[in-house]
């Protein structure tokens, strides 16, 4: 998963068609992925607040939620900008309130990878993803319950 503060700043309307036009390329990726893998379904969602990313939720049997994201991080420091494949599946215990959790990065690719670069990767996520049992779901977050 891509941590949060890599990803502050400010783009300006150049940047932030050119990262639409890198993340419309990922897109493709996933949604080939998903026919060439005859996927039952997943859902993608785009530009998450103001984060240039993409997500694909997975839909499994397992009861283990699961997703893969792409996002445009940007150095501070440097400007350099890259994109980020990262993954994480999680099931929650509506009886403890909790959710066990795993997550890791798969690839930081640069920012005119080639297509076929960006497909590797996306398969690359799929596989470790979906390869994930509930053993692997290492990490435990509590949930506050909802209130009525």
Known sequence: M?????RRFAPTPEDEARYDQR??????AMMRMVGERSL???DVERWRWDVPEITMKLRTTDGIERSIQASIV??????????????SAWRDDER???????????????????????????????DRV???????LTK??????LRR
Do not use: C
């Open 23 to 28: 993340l419309n390329d990922i897109e493709i």
């Open 74 to 87: 940007v150095d501070e420091e440097t400007g350099r900008e890259s994109v980020a494949v990262g993954v």
């Open 96 to 126: 403890t309130f909790t959710r066990v959790w795993n997550s890791a990065n798969v690839a930081n690719l640069r920012m005119n990878a080639r297509e076929k670069t960006i497909q590797r990767a996306i398969e690359r996520a799929y």
């Open 40 to 42: 039952g379904g997943s």
């Open 130 to 136: 979906l390869g994930w049992t509930r053993d692997d």
């Open 140 to 145: 435990q977050t509590s949930l506050q319950p």
């Open 2 to 6: 891509v941590s949060h503060e890599a």
